[in-house]
């Protein structure tokens, strides 16, 4: 088995078409081996077998009757403090209303957002056997039930993974890279053509090499992607970037069209032994990694972007904290792919230190902030994406 850190810096799929490809068998072996090293899932025994046959799943089927438990927790404890309150709040009217009123609004609340967030499989457990059959595991990989699957047979759409209501995978782990050294380097949504390293600044080619371990796809060669490196000091129980729970919808996008993000996962042997014959296939998205371990997290779960209200206009949505189940921390260097409608967030560190931050943007943006993001001088912003000035957090 291959090293974490020697995860080959290219993707099978930008050297050709990969399953007809007889002339270099080490394609095969190369990627089998990167595929089986991401069969296991760091949380898959806290998952319930039963309930992993279930997904994907809306967290309202999910959850079914702990819907109530859930939704006594954060934002309804502030909404009590507020019926207390002596001041001003106008929540004080609902004083003596806890556990009528105010507990039957909250579960309404509650009720609506849980049948507009979808629980999804790790991707780890998610195979394909053929163009219309998916294999999902629903033990793992490992162990005496490694086998116990079930296989799903339906419309070619089901293999693929897209958007919310096609949606069964959130993010993927891909690999690890290794950073350069730190220089305080410091850029926002950069325009680069992908394969090209002459397209990026002189300072910023050392993030080249990351740049192509992520396994974007050929088609996506000579297109105008967007780069964020983050380089600074970071203070104990401070984080880097964003905290709370959000995902990149809108924000770093904005009216992506849900088809133009997706994941098919790798074709590979009938009886799930891990031999795999074609990569998985990563289109669109956003692959991202820091130098610093558990400073950022990431969820199996998918938000229903196109529902009104469901996120701020911002992407913020700690409120649904309760019904994603756990996260997975990223150890130092992993790579992952994720969608825009992945919940995730950064954590404190708990030491501190210098921590780099690494992004790929995929070309299918629809609006860049002139005043958040960063020109490249030798990449033009494509005709077909909209440049908004001014400050996106302004009211």
């Not at 007809?20 to 899932?41: F, G, I, K, L």
């Not at 195979?127 to 070619?156: C, P, T, V, W």
């Not at 970071?234 to 729970?245: I, W």
């Not at 032994?273 to 990569?279: A, L, T």
Request: with cysteine; net charge negative.
């Amino acid at each position: 088995m291959m090293d974490d850190n020697n995860t080959p810096a290219y993707h099978p799929s930008r050297l050709g078409p990969y399953e007809s490809d007889e002339e270099d068998n080490h394609h095969d072996t190369v990627h089998a081996t990167t595929r089986y090293r991401y069969q296991s899932h760091p949380h898959i025994d806290d998952i319930d077998p039963h309930k992993m046959g279930m997904l994907p799943a809306l967290a309202e089927d999910y959850y079914s009757d702990e819907l109530e438990k859930y939704g006594w927790d954060g934002i309804l404890k502030a909404v009590f403090s507020g019926t207390r309150d002596t001041k001003q709040s106008p929540l004080k009217m609902l004083r003596d209303f806890e556990d009528t009123l105010v507990r039957n609004i909250y579960s309404f609340i509650a009720s609506q957002a849980a049948r507009h967030v979808k629980i999804t499989i790790p991707a780890a457990l998610v195979g394909r056997a053929g163009e219309n059959s998916r294999l999902q595991f629903n033990h793992g990989r490992h162990g005496a039930n490694s086998y116990s699957r079930r296989e799903i047979k339906n419309d070619i759409t089901d293999v693929t993974s897209s958007g919310f209501d096609d949606g069964f995978v959130a993010f993927s782990r891909c690999g690890y890279v290794q950073f350069p050294p730190p220089e305080n380097r410091n850029v926002n949504m950069l325009p680069f053509i992908f394969g090209s390293k002459e397209s990026l600044p002189d300072d910023l080619r050392c993030y080249h090499s990351l740049i192509e371990r992520c396994p974007y796809m050929r088609e996506e060669i000579g297109k105008v992607g967007y780069l964020t490196v983050h380089e600074t000091y970071v203070d104990t129980s401070k984080a880097q970037r964003r905290e709370g729970l959000h995902i990149e919808s809108p924000g770093v996008f904005q009216d992506v069209l849900q088809d133009q993000t997706s994941f098919k996962p790798a074709l590979e042997h009938h009886w799930g032994m891990g031999v795999v014959f074609c990569p998985d296939r990563f289109e669109g998205g956003i692959f991202m990694a820091s130098s610093v371990g558990n400073t950022s997290e990431v969820w199996d779960a998918l938000v229903d972007k196109n529902h009104p209200g469901i996120v701020d206009r911002h992407g913020g949505c700690e409120y649904l904290r309760p019904l994603i189940g756990k996260g997975t921390k990223l150890k130092a260097g992993e790579l992952i792919w994720m969608t825009d409608c992945t919940p995730h967030e950064a954590i404190p560190q708990v030491t501190p230190g210098y921590r780099k931050f690494f992004r790929v943007v995929s070309p299918c943006i629809t609006h860049w902030y002139a005043d958040h993001n960063t020109s490249n001088p030798k990449v033009e912003i494509p005709e077909s994406v909209t440049i908004v000035k001014g400050n996106k957090f302004a009211k």
